[in-house]
């Protein structure tokens, strides 16, 4: 039995996610293993919709081609491939040029999470392990966002933090296609430009909470999800809520409700989550975020919050820490717990279909 790993695109070996990557590669090729017979062909698909062509595909993954292929398998454990014009795409050139018997399709969803199931492994075992210290808010900053792609939402924020002149009062990131034009922070807590590294000039760490003493300077994270449309959660999500920090979120309409139904406890009790319900009407996405109006009104949320002494807000955040807490403990008690689980047995669950 041959199973093979074609992961050939998106990922250089110098990218700091990498081990997370490989770790939820080896875990399904282990499982193929162990339950097919035959040629088989692991696909990773992270960003598999920017392929247009034939051409294109049959140069990233030319064993797909092998007629004796039994099974083959696309693993989507990164970003979400939602775009739809291209996932038509995807699928005709799938049509065209595999000859694989079998199809599988294995793909992050907000039940799901290939990243919490990594958790689990050594990289995050030193925020869960009894006994290590805690990284709580020490400092004075209202808010913290870190952004490394340069997409529209997120250049939208800086640019509306700007204009409410709030960024005198947090600390953030911006990649820039200029690396040394990189919105980056530095060890002295200013935002700065330059000395930045990677291809938009901004490592890409999802492997911790980044720098911990810049962590517990700012009260409260604003996380820009990768996409503003679908139904997806990545780690940036997932960051403070292992690192106690209450959060505003920019991502797809309904993700704080996805987060609640998972068992999560969000912050409506202190302000209105309905920013996270506005959604714009889209020819190319039925669940699209309305970028503008949900990221105003962030900012106007933390002018208010910008309005409070410093002793109020501290207040503020003891009055938040049980909820702190209790996600804290619900995602490495239970969720991850529960994702591992899944892990363990997703091959198993793809045969009893």
Known sequence: MIAQLCNSHGFFHGWAATQYHHEVFRAIVTQIEEHYTGNCIVVDDTWISKIANEETFVKMYPNVMRENVEHIFFVNSVDSSSDCAAENDYHEILQQLTTARHRHRITVNSKFQFWAYFCQQEFWQHYASPGQPDYPWTGEELFLSYNRKPIVHRTKLIEALRN??????????????????????????????????????????????????????????????????????????????????????????????????????????????????????????????????????????????????LSTMKALYHEMASILEYNYKHFFETFAMENRARMDTIIQDELNG
């Open 164 to 309: 409410h002149d709030l960024l005198r009062r947090g600390i953030v990131t911006l990649g820039n296609d200029d690396p040394t034009q990189a919105l980056t922070v530095k060890e002295n807590l200013e935002v700065t430009d330059g000395d930045a590294y990677g291809n938009v000039g901004i490592p890409n760490d999802i492997t911790s909470l980044g720098n911990h003493n810049i962590w517990q300077e700012a009260f409260i994270n604003v996380v820009t999800e990768t996409l503003t449309h679908g139904e997806f959660l990545s780690e940036k999500i997932w960051k403070p809520i292992i690192g106690k920090r209450p959060f505003f979120l920019i991502g797809p309409p309904g993700s704080l409700q996805k987060l609640r139904d998972l068992g999560f406890k969000t912050f409506q009790g202190f302000w209105d989550e309905s920013y996270n319900e506005l959604v714009t009407p889209s020819l190319r996405h039925k669940n699209q975020l309305s970028e503008d109006a949900s990221i105003e009104q962030v900012c106007l949320f933390l002018n208010e919050l910008d309005e409070f002494p």
